[in-house]
């Protein structure tokens, strides 16, 4: 199975009590498999509101494997966001920086933006209730 990765939306529903991935997301965490990547990390520390929100994302994110933005998947949002654009569909550097991310490690995205990730024709979507 691809590695899996979660984005910020559904980690958002998760730590609200929903796992909008129909369990997914918590049986890949209770295998301690479950990514992110260093961008949704940047979102949830960046939206924690309070000490107690605070707390509650340190929590998730010790429980997750971060994945970083090297170099080459630097360079593959470039390509996403570039060949996205001449394509009359941008989306934003945020969810560009992902989409390299995620492709570059082959993994698999769990999001609810289907709006956005599922342009990019080579990235692989976990299937998620709507």
Do not use: Y
């Amino acid at each position: 199975m691809a590695m899996t990765v979660a984005d910020t939306d559904v980690l958002i529903d998760f730590l609200q009590g929903v796992d909008p991935g129909e369990g997914h997301i918590a049986r890949e965490m209770e295998r301690g498999a479950l990514h992110t990547t260093v961008v949704s990390r940047f979102e949830l520390l960046a939206g924690a509101k309070g000490r107690r929100q605070q707390r509650v994302v340190d929590q998730l994110l010790a429980a997750l494997i971060t994945l970083p933005l090297e170099s080459d998947a630097a360079d593959r949002a470039a390509d996403v966001r570039r060949t996205l654009d001449k394509e009359g569909a941008p989306i934003g550097m945020a969810d560009s920086l992902v989409a390299g991310i995620v492709l570059v490690r082959r993994g698999s995205l769990i999001t609810r933006n289907r709006k956005h990730f599922s342009r990019i024709s080579d990235l692989t979507l976990v299937p998620i209730a709507s």
